[in-house]
């Protein structure tokens, strides 16, 4: 798998934090029950380089479950759990927990002036266990071009110690977090003729699945894939929904078998909308999520309503009604502000360049100090306690006190 992204708290809003932790215990359970021998982590399994504690225990739980049964976890670094000082990633402390975890990296003041310095490092990134030799190609962060040309001092040094490890009668994994041309060009640091000669490449990085989507020219044997994201991240991920879930490699015949597991994730629903007058806020944001309706058992479906919002219509405006619409219809709605304006009938709809109005939620976060999820929950018991919705209020309650770092900003707040 890869992509997974445990802690991320997308827009300030709770559900995709617990939503994917959900979602990587689906996938733990469903690795278990498959009797995988390894799991290779291509990249990203954390959202920063400094989770909080209850992200890292959470992980650390997890992932002996599965050691304790004798899978070997292998992570390769993506840019999101890698530091970019020199400090230890979170990818360290697990391997320092867990035995049976390994995340390789290549030695401090690596230099690739020669092919002997280039095939200690690879070696050192490479982790044997029993038949199986997963070669882990390093993430360093660093510019783009410098990557391709880090790609492309190691490449060849990579085929030679793959051509070692078949003499030896290994099956070769090469494992990375990055992009390749043609599958997803935007900063592909290499393509996918330039692939080591492996048994298969597990990658990361591409959030869409695509199971050796592309097969290059003179390149018939080469087997890889990206399993994509693990929960959708944003509202274009929500857009462009895929299956979700690990990806089961079988090396034990002629070719590899892949088998795609899919699993369950919170439903993600993306709609249009426009306002104009702060007075038809309510009605246009009720009229746009009028048809999402929730299934009996159902999670609360996640509405990113994209809204093209006026000038005169203050932010906060819209996320109150929002907040106050999630909570009538039983829904998530995020609220994806565009401002516009319009100079005259019939002309296209401009960005706005003009100051807007003070929003109540960036003068919580700017002038209190409080986080965007802290800060949304404070707004959200205000609208509530002025209604008297008291099981909104109720709701608002339970976000404040179940976060441990909102907890942490509120007792500071009051000891002041």
């Known amino acids: 798998m890869a992509d997974v992204h445990l802690g991320a708290r997308k827009y300030g809003e709770r559900a995709f934090y617990e939503d994917i932790f959900q979602a990587f215990e689906e996938s733990v359970e469903e690795i278990v029950k498959d009797r995988v021998r390894a799991l290779v982590i291509a990249g990203d399994l954390f959202d920063s380089p400094h989770p909080d504690n209850a992200t890292l225990a959470f992980a650390l739980r997890k992932l002996r479950e599965l050691t304790s049964r004798g899978v070997k976890v292998i992570a390769a670094r993506g840019e999101h759990d890698t530091p970019g000082r020199r400090e230890p990633s979170p990818l360290d402390v697990l391997a320092e927990a867990l035995e049976g975890f390994h995340a390789p990296q290549p030695p401090p003041g690596l230099k690739l002036t020669s092919a002997a310095e280039c095939l200690k490092a690879i070696e050192r990134m490479t982790i044997i266990d029993g038949k199986l030799a997963f070669m882990v190609y390093p993430f360093f962060k660093v510019s783009v071009n410098e990557r391709r040309d880090i790609f492309r001092a190691l490449a060849s040094c990579y085929d030679r110690r793959a051509e070692e490890l078949r003499s030896l009668g290994l099956s070769v994994i090469f494992m990375g977090h990055f992009s390749l041309d043609p599958v997803f060009t935007y900063d592909a640091i290499a393509s996918l003729t330039e692939l080591p000669k492996a048994r298969y490449v597990a990658l990361g990085h591409v959030h869409d699945r695509c199971v050796r989507c592309v097969v290059p020219p003179g390149r018939p044997d080469l087997w890889y894939a990206y399993p994509g994201s693990l929960y959708p991240l944003d509202v274009s991920e929500a857009e462009r929904d895929h299956k979700r879930g690990p990806l089961i490699v079988d090396l034990s015949g002629d070719e590899p078998i892949v088998q795609e597991v899919n699993i369950a994730v919170r439903r993600h629903v993306v709609l249009d909308a426009e306002v104009r007058d702060p007075k038809d806020v309510d009605r246009v944001i009720r009229a746009a999520v009028g048809k999402v309706a929730r299934a009996p058992n159902e999670k609360e479906p996640l509405v990113h309503l994209r809204l093209k919002v ?80 008291e099981e909104a209020i109720e709701k608002a309650l339970e976000r404040l006190t179940s976060w441990p770092k909102t907890l942490e900003s509120l007792r500071r707040l009051a000891a002041q």
């Open 310 to 389: 006026g000038v005169k219509v203050p932010s906060s405006v819209v996320e109150l009604s929002a907040s106050r619409v999630s909570g009538e219809r039983g829904l998530i709605i995020i609220p994806h502000i565009t401002r516009v304006s319009v100079e005259k009938a019939g002309t296209k709809a401009l960005p706005e360049r003009g100051p807007e109005p003070l929003d109540p939620l960036d003068v919580i976060k700017a002038e209190v100090g409080l986080d965007e999820l802290t800060s949304k929950a404070i707004l959200d018991l205000i609208v509530a306690a002025s209604e008297g919705n």
